[in-house]
């Protein structure tokens, strides 16, 4: 055999594919005999088989298989047809909203009341009232710090989506169902664009006339049912389509309430800090964003702790999210942001609600302008008789008692310098004792008894007899009056009868002055409560509150004129120049003459500086005062002045409680001093505008009376007759 017909073996690629033939070779073709016929073998046609196996597997499921493809052709069909009029009904919602929506400069500021801003003596900024509207800021202009707070904390992809966020709501209905509440109930999923179509009521503007109230149109804005979802996604859209996401922000940023009636960011940043929103730091701006959740529970004038846990969890997400480094979010965590004084005040506390319940009500309370007000107050004063009430109570009323006290500070013109109106300073719409509580002011009434006599003609010189005495009431029987400490000091004058706070002297001269006359002068003075009719008027049976009593002071202090407490200076109309209102002083008619006044200065002096109201005393300053203490010690009274200020102190129970060991003496003179010696700490003192009287002394005998008092009417003659005899 040649090498040409030797059969090779197989190759080891060949046992690997055994079904694959091998095309026989050239050499092979080339040995066969010359003249023969090859035969060739027909491939096995595979394609056949398959097809007819194929056919073979469908067998009877053929019928099957062809309805299901025309259900899923028919449901795609109704789908893709109903999906396409569902889309461009959407788009034509859209459409239909964005030609209603307005320009952005139409929907910065959101409010429909007006507001007020207080300013104190100095014209800065203590308290606001009503809804406040800080000026317009915009996405630019704000604090990048701030801005990027707010997306980070309310929707991290404001930026990427086009109004209505899938993601968001799968995720707040995934949340809410495994916390137990419905799928629409507690977190919603909206984004700061819907947020914003929220805020804006979806267009709808407040009427007055269709709404019970504001509040109720609010809470309307504020449902959460899925037909109002569904519009507010409609909105949104529109919102995203007609504006950027910058102006959509913007809108957001002035219409959000942060608490406190702050509307927009600028005015919670003024209110809370004291600042701009373009200047707030990461900690400020971490605060305030985090007021969105909840915005009255996290106010920091209502806790401030809260509010700083909140802010930390702000913090937090600004960092995970990149807008904070380590560094700035632990500067923000380690020093969080604090209130400014004027927040820490509670927006002005009791000065502020004063100011408001006495100023014009359609300036004020019901105000449909953005007012500014320039008050009487200084705050180094108010703060003065903070700590010095304060004070007192820490160091020197036993722990756990309820008692409590009010202290009003004010010029001789009337002019409120300070106010405090309960132990809880800071404080705002709480019940005022220094304005709303009407009190007994017992002895503290007596200077007006004295200021008639002296009015009359008589002399502080003049004497009296402090001796057993009783008085017929008709209707009551016989009254007698006692001294405090049940003892009769014979005959004194009048200013050591006043100095001593003696009773019986004080009814007498009060029954020889004229009782009428008496009421006239305290009413003169600004007392304006209903005064007693009988005797027990001289002794205070008569209630006023404090800042009339002090007010009343202070008209003995100018010389003998009536005062009108006050506190608005000057009232203008935001943006305008001109005020509206302007007071410049609460001096009213004269009620005694100058010379009674000075005269009833020195015996109040005396008080002070020997009598009943040392504890009062002011080293290097004369100091003239009354003290009082109503019957069961319900209530205790020190009102003082000095040349500079006149103040008054009370203390008592709510209840009418008796007080344990007070009298006007102890605690109240202890807390107007501490108040007026941080008052006048750094002044120069000045002397009392007081005339010491000048001899012969006489003796007050009731038939002088009827000499000195000249024109009186004849009816007072008779009723002195009756009292005294001829």
């Known amino acids: 055999m040649t090498e040409s017909k030797r059969r090779k073996p197989p190759l080891v690629a060949d046992k690997r594919y055994p079904s694959k033939r091998r095309k026989p070779t050239a050499t092979k073709r080339a040995a066969k005999p ?39 052709r028919l449901i795609w069909g109704v789908t893709w047809r109903v999906g396409a009029v569902a889309a461009l009904m959407l788009a034509l919602a859209i459409g239909i909203v964005y030609s209603t929506l307005p320009d952005v400069d139409a929907l910065l500021d959101g409010r429909a009341r007006g507001s007020v801003t207080l300013l104190d003596r100095d014209g800065k900024v203590f308290a606001w009232r009503g809804d406040q509207f800080g000026g317009v800021i915009t996405a630019d202009t704000v604090s990048p710090h701030l801005k990027n707070a707010v997306v980070a904390t309310e929707d991290k992809r404001f930026y990427r989506h086009f109004g209505v966020s899938p993601r968001g709501i799968a995720s707040a209905v995934r949340i809410n169902l495994s916390e137990g509440r419905g799928p629409l109930s507690g977190h919603g999923g909206s984004t700061i664009t819907q947020q914003t179509a929220k805020l804006l009521c979806l267009g709808v503007p407040y009427e007055p006339s269709e709404w019970e109230s504001e509040a109720a149109y609010e809470a309307d804005c504020r449902q959460g049912s899925l037909w109002r979802k569904a519009k507010e996604a409609i909105y949104a859209m529109a919102m995203e389509v007609k504006y950027s996401k910058d102006q959509i922000l913007t809108i957001y940023l002035n219409r959000a309430f942060l608490g406190a009636g702050a509307r927009g960011f600028e005015a919670a940043s003024q209110r809370y800090f004291g600042k701009s929103a373009a200047e707030v730091s990461p900690a400020e701006a971490a605060m305030l964003a985090g007021l969105l959740v909840a915005p009255t529970r ?126 809880k300073t800071k404080v705002s719409g709480a019940f005022n004792r220094a304005t709303q509580a009407l009190r007994q002011t017992g002895s503290s009434f007596k200077p007006f008894v004295y200021a008639t006599a002296l009015e009359l003609g008589y002399s502080p010189l003049d004497t009296v007899m402090d001796e057993p005495y ?101 009232l203008k109309l935001l943006g305008d120049d ?54 069961a010690a319900r209530d205790a009274w020190f009102i003082g002045f000095t040349a500079d200020y006149v103040a008054g102190v009370w203390m008592g129970y709510d209840d009418n409680t008796p007080l344990s060991g007070v009298t006007g003496g102890g605690l109240p003179a202890e807390i107007w001093k501490e108040t007026m010696v941080r008052v006048t700490d750094g002044m120069t003192p000045t002397s009392l505008p007081m005339m010491a009287p000048e001899p012969p002394v006489q003796t007050v005998q009731p038939s002088q009376q009827r000499r000195r008092q000249g024109g009186f009417a004849q009816e007072i003659n008779n009723l002195l007759n009756s009292i005294f005899g001829n």
């Open 578 to 631: 001109t005020p509206v209102m302007i007071t410049t002083t609460g001096i009213g008619e004269r009620v005694i003459n100058d010379a009674a006044a000075k005269q009833l200065t020195w015996m109040m002096e005396r008080v002070v500086s020997e009598g009943t109201g040392a504890r009062a005393k002011l080293p290097g300053w004369q100091v003239a005062g009354k003290t009082g203490t109503t019957q």
């Open 34 to 72: 010359a003249g023969k016929k090859s035969v060739v073998r027909k491939p096995v046609a595979r394609k056949t088989t398959r097809k007819k196996t194929r056919r073979r597997s469908g067998g009877g499921g053929g019928p099957f298989r062809r309805l299901f493809r025309w259900i899923g």
């Open 298 to 423: 996290y106010a920091p004038t209502n806790n401030l702790q809260r509010s700083q846990d909140r802010a930390r969890l702000v913090v937090g997400l600004m960092e995970d999210q990149g807008y904070l480094t380590s560094a700035q979010a632990s500067e923000a965590r380690s020093r969080p942001a604090a209130l400014s004084e004027a927040a820490a005040a509670r927006a002005g506390g009791y000065f502020a609600d004063w100011v408001m319940a006495s100023g014009p009500e359609f300036f004020t309370r019901n105000t449909t302008e953005d007012v500014v007000i320039r008050t009487t107050l200084d705050q180094r004063i108010q703060k003065s008789a903070e700590e010095a009430l304060k004070y007192i109570f820490e160091e020197k009323v036993r722990e756990g008692s309820k008692a409590q006290a009010a202290i009003v500070v004010m010029s001789a013109d009337g002019a409120v310098r300070g106010m405090v109106g309960g132990r």
């Open 470 to 570: 009783c008085v017929n009431i008709p209707g009551s029987g016989q009254w007698c009056p006692k001294n405090y400490t049940n003892k009769f000091y014979g005959r004194v004058t009048l200013a050591d009868a006043l100095k001593n706070s003696l009773n019986i002297p004080a009814v007498k001269v009060a029954e020889i002055s004229g009782l009428d006359n008496v009421r006239t002068v305290a009413s003169g003075f600004g007392i304006a409560s209903d005064l007693a009719q009988g005797p027990a008027l001289a002794l205070g049976a008569s209630e006023s509150t404090l800042i009339e009593m002090t007010g009343a002071y202070a008209g003995i202090l100018n010389g003998g004129s009536a005062v009108e407490p006050y506190g608005l200076t000057e």
